[in-house]
């Protein structure tokens, strides 16, 4: 089964300190997203990529998040320095839009706890 | 703006009992809509959808009936089992603005007891 593979699964660290989390689509979509999911707030969108260029970031703090896509096969979303409040459940999601939002997948995600 | 407004949980029932999540929507115009389920550790996997007025998404005895006079969207199953525990998120993508965006709602976590 194709699947959005996420990676690491986990992380601990503590504030200040750089985060980078991996995210490799499925093969083939054309639309990546990032998404954030709280207890507090939910689900929230940070980030999305169709074809490998970002079309919206407006989620997203700018001043210590950043996301890119460096190919097709990974998507990479970073936080420097990171602070206790990023602590979440961050995940990727890969499909091929417009039109294709039954088949959106998502990664299991990562979870992030910032000390 | 665009918004998905879910009941709190968590809902925790019996086997087999009958389930109701409620959510509503905010939108402009009729968005598609779509219920999502988060199993422990996993990431969200599409359950069911509707794209228009009174069209029923259906799938693994869930329903959900896309009311426009209402602007709801519950989801309902008649006899819930204990793999059925997990997180549902109700969620909207709009047809005009708001680009290709689906707006969650905060999920409603369940818990099936035996």
């Known amino acids: 089964d194709a699947r959005v593979t996420q990676t690491p699964r986990h992380k601990v660290t503590e504030m200040g300190q750089e985060v980078t989390m991996r995210c490799q689509p499925i093969?083939?979509?054309?639309?990546v997203f990032w998404y954030r999911q709280t207890m507090m707030q939910g689900l929230e969108l940070l980030a999305y990529?169709?074809?490998?260029?970002?079309?919206?970031d407006s989620g997203m703090p700018k001043d210590r998040f950043s996301a890119e896509m460096p190919d097709a096969t990974l998507a990479t979303l970073k936080i420097q320095p990171s602070e206790p409040r990023d602590s979440a459940v961050y995940f990727c999601?890969?499909?091929?839009?417009?039109?294709?939002?039954?088949?959106?997948?998502f990664g299991s995600g990562t979870q992030l706890s910032v000390l | 703006g665009n918004s998905v407004t879910q009941m709190e949980g968590p809902v925790t029932l019996s086997e087999e009992a009958f389930l109701t999540i409620n959510c509503t929507y905010t939108?402009?115009?009729?968005?598609?809509l779509f219920w999502y389920v988060q199993y422990p550790g996993e990431g969200l996997q599409l359950l069911l959808k509707?794209?228009?007025?009174?069209d029923k998404g259906s799938n693994k005895g869930f329903e959900a009936t896309y009311r426009k006079e209402t602007t709801s969207f519950h989801l309902e199953k008649g006899s819930v089992q204990v793999s059925d525990s997990a997180v549902y998120f109700c969620?909207?993508?709009?047809?005009?603005?708001?680009?290709?965006?689906?707006?969650f709602g905060t999920g409603t976590q369940l818990k099936v007891e035996l």
């Open positions: 999601a890969s499909g091929n839009l417009p039109g294709g939002w039954e088949k959106l997948f």
């Open positions: 093969l083939g979509h054309n639309t």
């Open positions: 990529f169709r074809n490998r260029a970002p079309l919206d």
């Open positions: 939108a402009t115009g009729y968005p598609s």
């Open positions: 509707a794209t228009k007025a009174d």
């Open positions: 969620a909207s993508l709009p047809r005009m603005g708001g680009g290709n965006k689906l707006t």
